[in-house]
Structures are given as C-alpha cells and as structure tokens.
C-alpha cells in the first residue's frame, strides 16, 4: 500500500468537523480503508450515514452504538 496515498486518505478521514464537505470526505477515505481491509463493513456504515452532516461525527456515532472503531495506524 502506498504510504502517501495512506497519509492522505488518513487526513481526509480525520476531517475537522462542520467544514463543508466534509462528511463526504471521511466516507469517501473510510470506502478507501475498507477497500483495503482495514475498516469493517458496520464501520463504513457509520460513516455513509453520517456523511450528508457535516457536523455529525461519525467516533462519536459509533461509540453510542457500540460499533467496534479500528483505529488505522499509519
């Protein structure tokens, strides 16, 4: 896997919240991470249905369903 390709999905999927565009940004680097089998299908989940607010994060969503988060390690 490309170490900078990695690097850029990893921020994308890290993006500050409530910046316009954003959710779509960390669900498409989360599709990037599952792509690569690093990220579960429940977890993808999280971020598509969070991806229309910009605001709403998708760790927080997770922990309140109690969806396992794999922390992706660069």
Do not use: H, W
Request: aromatic share 10%.
């Amino acid at each position: 896997m490309n170490t900078n390709e990695k690097k850029m999905q990893q921020e994308l999927l890290n993006s500050k919240l409530g910046i316009s565009g954003s959710g779509y940004a960390r669900y498409g680097a989360a599709m990037y991470f599952y792509n690569q089998g690093i990220l579960s299908e429940a977890m993808l989940e999280i971020y598509r249905r969070c991806c229309k607010f910009d605001n709403e994060d998708p760790i927080d969503l997770a922990e309140f369903e109690k969806v396992p988060n794999l922390k992706i390690k660069l």
